[in-house]
T-cell receptor, first 116, second 115 residues
Framework: AQTVTQSQPEMSVQEAETVTLSCTYDTSESDYYLFWYKQPPSRQMILVIRQEAYKQQNATENRFSVNFQKAAKSFSLKISDSQLGDAAMYFCAYRSGGGSNYKLTFGKGTLLTVNP | GAGVSQSPSNKVTEKGKDVELRCDPISGHTALYWYRQRLGQGLEFLIYFQGNSAPDKSGLPSDRFSAERTGESVSTLTIQRTQQEDSAVYLC?????????????FGSGTRLTVV
C-alpha cells in the first residue's frame, strides 16, 4: 500500500517570503499522480498543483511550484511571495495511475501560518 | 450545481443515535467519493461510487457505516449507533469519472460531533 508522509506539522513564513513544504511517499508503482491540496478554515479541499509521475518537468502554477524527485520519492511544494491568504492546512496526496486509481492517499498535513 | 454541496454543515448528536449526511455532486459527475478527516489527520477513503457500478466500500470502518447513491445523483452516508470515535469531518467529492486524469471537486464537509 502507498503511504504519504509530511514531516512538518507546522510551518510559518513572513508575508512576501518563500516557504517550502515537504512530502515523501512510498510506492512500488511507476505510474502515478501527486497533488498538493489546500484546506482553509472553510474545510473545502482546493487543488493547488498536480504532477504526473511520467513528466520530468516540475509543475508550476503561478506562485506555486513543486520539486519532484522521483528516485527519492520526494514531492515538495514551494510557495513564493507568500500572501496572507495562503495560510491554511496543506495536504500532499498520491493517486495511482492504474488499477484502483480513483483513491487518493493523503499525508497528515502541514499547517502554514503567514505572518504580516 | 456549481459545486459539491454537503448538508448539514455541522451536526451534533448523542452517542447511540443514527445520523445521515448528504452529498449533492456536480451535475454530470459520474464518480462520487466519501472521505473522513479526523482531527489532526489526513483524509481517509470511505467509499466510491461510479455510475451504476457496484460501489467500492472497502474503506468503511465498520458495519455501522453505510452509503447509498441513486444513479448519478445525491448520496447519503449513514452512521448507525454513533460512537465518540465517529467524530470527524466527512468530506464528499465528485469527478467526471474515476480515471486518474479526472480531478476531484470537494465539498465543504459535514463536521460531526458525537457527545
Amino acid at each position: 500500500a502507498q503511504t504519504v508522509t509530511q514531516s512538518q506539522p507546522e510551518m510559518s513564513v513572513q508575508e512576501a517570503e518563500t516557504v517550502t513544504l515537504s512530502c515523501t511517499y512510498d510506492t512500488s508503482e511507476s505510474d502515478y499522480y501527486l497533488f498538493w491540496y489546500k484546506q482553509p478554515p472553510s474545510r473545502q479541499m482546493i487543488l493547488v498543483i498536480r504532477q504526473e509521475a511520467y513528466k520530468q518537468q516540475n509543475a508550476t502554477e503561478n506562485r506555486f511550484s513543486v520539486n519532484f524527485q522521483k528516485a527519492a520519492k520526494s514531492f515538495s511544494l514551494k510557495i513564493s511571495d507568500s500572501q496572507l491568504g495562503d495560510a491554511a492546512m496543506y495536504f500532499c496526496a498520491y493517486r495511482s495511475g492504474g488499477g484502483s486509481n480513483y483513491k487518493l492517499t493523503f499525508g497528515k498535513g502541514t499547517l502554514l501560518t503567514v505572518n504580516p | 450545481g456549481a459545486g459539491v454541496s454537503q448538508s448539514p454543515s455541522n451536526k451534533v448528536t448523542e452517542k447511540g443515535k443514527d445520523v445521515e449526511l448528504r452529498c449533492d455532486p456536480i451535475s454530470g459527475h459520474t464518480a462520487l467519493y466519501w472521505y473522513r478527516q479526523r482531527l489532526g489527520q489526513g483524509l481517509e477513503f470511505l467509499i466510491y461510487f461510479q455510475g451504476n457500478s457496484a460501489p467500492d466500500k472497502s474503506g468503511l470502518p465498520s458495519d455501522r457505516f453505510s452509503a447509498e447513491r441513486t444513479g448519478e445523483s445525491v448520496s447519503t452516508l449513514t452512521i448507525q449507533r454513533t460512537q465518540q470515535e465517529d467524530s470527524a469531518v466527512y468530506l464528499c467529492a465528485s469527478s467526471l469519472g474515476g480515471a486518474a486524469n479526472y480531478g476531484y471537486t470537494f465539498g465543504s464537509g459535514t463536521r460531526l460531533t458525537v457527545v
